[in-house]
């Protein structure tokens, strides 16, 4: 009885949403076809693979294009670029985004608000070649604007592109300025959510601004920022290939601070054409991934139970 229930409660849920369900379909079916049924191309990292004879008639080799990787000698390089950089993405992107979002609820007048919100949401829509023709033009050593600016005040230039230990601090303020904008959308959607009746009761006790953001808005997203936080770890070891190879592409000089696992691999791939040891490192930063939000995860239900995943 209680089996049959719960089949008639969940069919009765169908029913009384069909339409809501139906809107979800393919949003479903797209998660379906371009995530999971490609999982099954894994099995690539484990062959020789050729292109002729495809995955079920190429030969079986276990662990040997995991070598490519494992025995180089700038994987421990790569790795803590790749670490390094994303984890200043991440840290300073939430707090850039979360300082956006506070900034932007404090705002009066309401066409005001929309037009700052929409100027610092707008990099987000541009690529990133157009964002490195950009970067290009402002660091150029010859014809610079950064350069050019500095030559007023008798500084020399600087040849930025082959200062290698500039460019963390470079490609951090290029990543705020891209996409910090468009990540205070959900938590200023978070806000918005808010009682107005907290902050009245505050304002009624004598609170400042500064003491009912610091005491009300930080607090109430924080749930949002560990949550946020989860998700983010989940990539951590894939390094931004698109704006990377857009802006330092192929320039040896910045390798040290700048050659993230995607950009070797990209280039490994170019040079060498062989699909199973990119499919290797692939595996191995999907599970260095998981490892990294089942343990996020894991630490954040013990501190926040309400914010954990699962």
């Known amino acids: 009885m209680k089996k049959g229930k719960k089949t008639d409660s969940w069919l009765g849920e169908i029913h009384k949403n069909f339409f809501l369900y139906l809107m ?22 484990f062959q020789n693979f050729n292109p002729v004879k495809g ?29 390094f950089l994303n984890t200043l993405f991440i840290v300073c992107g ?7 979002a506070v900034m932007l609820s404090e705002l009066g007048g309401k066409w005001f608000k929309r ?33 050019k600016a500095l030559a007023l005040f008798g500084i020399a230039p600087i040849s930025y592109f082959n200062e290698a230990a500039m460019w963390p601090m ?38 400042s601004r500064w003491q009912k953001i610091r005491h009300i808005t ?11 936080l989860l998700l983010a770890m989940g990539g ?6 698109g704006m990377i190879f857009a802006i330092v592409g192929r320039n040896v000089a910045l390798y040290s601070t700048t050659d993230v696992i995607d950009t070797y691999v990209y280039r490994a791939l170019m040079d060498l054409g062989d699909m199973s040891m990119a499919a290797a490192v692939g595996v191995f930063q999907s ?12 630490v954040a239900r013990k501190f926040s139970p309400d914010s954990a995943l699962f």
């Open 24 to 45: 979800t379909l393919p949003g479903i079916l797209l998660l379906l076809v371009f995530s999971y049924l490609p999982m099954a191309g894994i099995v690539i990292a």
């Open 55 to 83: 995955i079920t008639g190429s030969e079986f080799v276990g662990l040997k294009n995991f070598e490519f990787f494992f025995q180089s000698n700038e994987m421990i390089r790569v790795i803590f670029n790749t670490l």
């Open 94 to 100: 939430m707090l850039a985004s979360v300082a956006i």
């Open 115 to 147: 037009t700052i919100q929409t100027i610092v949401t707008l990099p987000n829509f541009l690529s990133w070649t157009v964002i490195a023709m950009f970067v290009t033009a402002l660091l150029s050593s010859e014809t610079g604007m950064l350069n």
């Open 170 to 207: 470079i490609l951090v303020l290029i990543k705020l300025w891209q996409g910090a904008g468009f990540g205070s959308i959900i938590y200023l959607a978070t806000i918005s959510g808010i009682n107005p009746d907290i902050y009245e009761s505050a304002s009624i006790d004598g609170a």
């Open 218 to 228: 930080l607090p109430l997203l924080k749930p949002t920022m560990i949550l946020m």
């Open 236 to 241: 951590i070891f894939y390094g931004d290939f």
């Open 287 to 298: 599970v260095i991934g998981l490892i990294f939000v089942v343990t996020a995860n894991q």
